[in-house]
């Protein structure tokens, strides 16, 4: 025999069963009732899950090519918004055991279901007294027949979750597509598939060891994972719900922007730089409201830190805990707080943005042994974060700054103008050049000292903070110098020849050994209570006021050559000057009238000036040599060395 002839009875084989096949389905159709059907496939959809689900609607019955049948208007539970309602139950049916006669369910089919689960004031559901018939169904003591219904399937498609409380909560889990693995052969229970929330796709797995037990309240295994693309998260361990729901294990999560994540889970972060990449694994205990992280490892933005976090959501949202790190770079959040413009001259005009400091509180203590904040790096630190009420503080309890120790606080919070801020620092042994630049971008003063600052002020930009600031500022330098003045020179130049000029003495350095400097800020005008500077060849007085929001100085001084460096040597030479301009390019000059009573060369003209005939003119040139105001006062006679002379006002 040919093996084409054989191919040819080979085929005409299986087209005999398979039209045998068709006949005896076909026959099956006929002969089969189709309400004993629907009859049989609702019992034993009540039999396998143990719920009262009514089957209200209409009922079509498939058995030809396969066998089916589908419920329309199917609700579990009552009220106008029942726990389940779905739009059509559809239950697939087994074809060997339909082809002998029995009806017998493979799996089942929610198309458009609605889930609302509502938890009241005490923390119960509308799925409780459910949840209490499953728990008896499925629980050890419960009566089944030997021959128990087995179809284990079901699926959700097109599905909504709604969850809501008596507090306001209100959240909907969309386009749900699951499949759930039903105990109804072993004990576990499974549910994998996809949702959307906040409009973003998020792909989920769930799996309970001991489904009956966890519907009991008794403990089971647990294991959770959420993958989408603003977090992913995974939880295995276990948990109970009595007497109180429990959940302990192990979480670990990461998400390649917190700042997205944040927004996603509907808070409000903070506005400027950083929250980047973010990861967390700990070990979790949910009791409760109260989610506690133990032997936490946190990693934001590059920075690790280890610690204990809490998390409380019984009433306001409260996150709590103590955090450590080797190394934190803070760079990418204080990147964008710019307290002068991008010419380095003027405060900002920007509009400061609280958003994320309302909607929940943090009590966070922070430790590292090392933070690098834009340009200034800082030794150990230990901090304390709190945030009430949208109020910010920031405590410092103690840093390595500036090569000395900062303590003090800052606290920044939202008011009627915008923001209010308070501030009480205290420096300490630090190094004042690197200091005053990175708080007032000042390089006038080098050495060693203490500084502090007790500030308060509102305003919507930094700008209109400097307008309404008041408190106080002290500063005490020691062994140091002025940066871009060298005065000392100079006057022993005019101390020998007073109209020779002074020159140009705004570069090198002014050394001391002690400098004073008192303020009393008064709606942005720092006024000089005391300022003072001592060294072993000179000393410096000053008197006046300089502007915090133009940033510009107004201040006299007398400035005067000892012989000693000692508090109570008597002064050698002393001139009066003034300072006037902006901070980092102030204009000196000493008075010029001060210079010109000095000189022997100028006394025939003080003289000629007493002679009523020479007097107009011998005035005139007296005026152009001092710039004086012409028909003005005449120039006044030497005051005492202890006195401060008034200053004729340069041109610039």
């Known amino acids: 025999m040919s093996a084409g002839t054989a191919f040819k009875r080979l085929g005409i084989a299986i087209a005999a069963i398979v039209l045998v096949g068709c006949a005896a389905l076909g026959a099956m159709a006929v002969l089969t009732s189709t309400d004993s059907v629907r ?33 329309s208007t199917v609700r579990l539970g009552e009220g106008a918004e029942p726990p389940l309602a779905v739009d059509r139950l559809t239950a697939r049916l087994r074809f060997f055991p339909l082809f002998l006669g029995r009806v017998e369910i493979a799996d089942v089919t929610l198309e458009r279901p609605r889930i609302n689960v509502a938890f009241d004031a005490e923390g119960r559901s509308n799925w409780t007294r459910l949840i209490e018939v499953l728990a008896r169904k499925l629980g050890p003591k419960a009566n089944r027949p030997d021959q128990a219904a087995s179809f284990s399937e079901i699926r959700i498609e097109h599905g909504t979750i709604v969850l ?14 699951l499949a759930l693995a039903w105990p109804s052969i072993s004990k576990s229970f499974g549910a994998t598939g996809r949702f959307v929330w906040h409009g973003e796709t998020v792909a989920t797995s769930v799996s309970l060891n001991d489904f009956a037990a966890a519907l009991a309240g008794d403990r089971s295994g647990l294991k959770l994972r959420l993958n989408g693309a603003p977090l992913k998260l995974a939880f295995e361990g276990a948990l109970s719900a009595r007497p109180t729901l429990k959940i302990d294990g192990t979480l670990a999560a990461d998400a390649a922007s917190l700042r997205d994540t944040l927004r996603w889970v509907g808070i409000k972060p903070l506005t400027g730089g950083g929250f980047a990449r973010f990861a967390l694994k700990a070990k979790t205990n949910v009791s409760g409201g109260t989610i506690s992280l133990s032997t936490v490892n946190l990693e934001l933005d590059g920075n690790t830190a280890e610690g204990v976090l809490t998390f409380a959501t019984d009433g306001r949202q409260t996150l709590q805990g103590t955090l450590a790190a080797d190394t934190l770079d803070l760079s990418p959040y204080v990147s964008t707080v710019r307290l002068l413009t991008s010419n380095e001259r003027d405060w900002n005009r920007v509009p400061i943005l609280l958003d994320g400091l309302t909607g929940f509180d943090l009590d966070l203590r922070l430790s590292a042994a090392k933070i690098i904040a834009s340009r200034a790096n800082f030794g150990r630190t230990a901090i304390t974060l709190n945030l009430r009420g949208g109020k910010l503080t920031v405590a410092i309890a103690e840093s390595q700054a500036f090569g000395g120790i900062l303590k003090g606080s800052f606290a920044i919070g939202a008011s009627d103008a915008g923001a209010e801020v308070k501030s009480q620092l205290q420096f300490t042994d630090v190094e004042l050049e690197n200091c005053l630049n990175e708080l007032f971008n000042m390089r006038r003063i080098e050495g060693r000292g203490d500084i502090a600052i007790t500030v308060d002020g509102s305003g919507g930009n930094v700008l209109a903070l400097t307008r309404t600031l008041n408190g106080t500022a002290t500063l005490i330098g020691r062994d140091g110098s002025l940066i871009g003045l060298n005065v000392e020179p100079v006057l022993r130049r005019l101390e020998k020849r007073p109209l020779a000029g002074a020159g140009d003495f705004r570069s ?42 133009s940033r510009e100085f107004d201040l006299r001084g007398v400035a ?14 002393e001139l009066p000057f003034f300072v006037q301009g902006p901070w980092d390019d102030p204009f000196y000059m000493f008075e010029p009238q001060a210079l010109l009573m000095r000189s022997p060369a100028a006394t025939p ?42 200053a004729v006002q340069p041109s610039r």
């Open 39 to 71: 009859t049989a496939a609702e019992a034993e959809i009540r039999a396998t899950t143990g719920l009262d689900i009514s089957l209200r609607g209409d009922a079509a019955v498939s058995l030809f090519p396969t066998g089916s049948v589908s419920f």
């Open 164 to 177: 809501s409380d008596t507090r306001g909560l209100n959240e909907t889990l969309s386009n749900v597509e």
């Open 508 to 549: 090198g350095k002014t050394p001391f050994e002690k400098l004073t400097v008192n303020l009393k800020i008064v709606q942005g005008t720092a006024n000089i209570e005391d300022v003072r500077l001592e060294g072993s060849k000179l000393r410096l007085n000053v008197t006046g006021s300089a502007s915090i929001p």
């Open 560 to 573: 005067a050559l000892v012989s000693s460096g000692a508090t109570d040597a008597p002064a050698t030479f």
């Open 605 to 646: 003209l003080l003289d000629a000036v007493k002679n009523r005939g020479t007097r107009e003119t011998i005035r005139s040139v007296i005026e152009r040599l001092t710039g004086a105001t012409p028909g003005g006062a005449p120039p006044p006679t030497a005051q005492p060395s202890s006195g401060v002379q008034p």
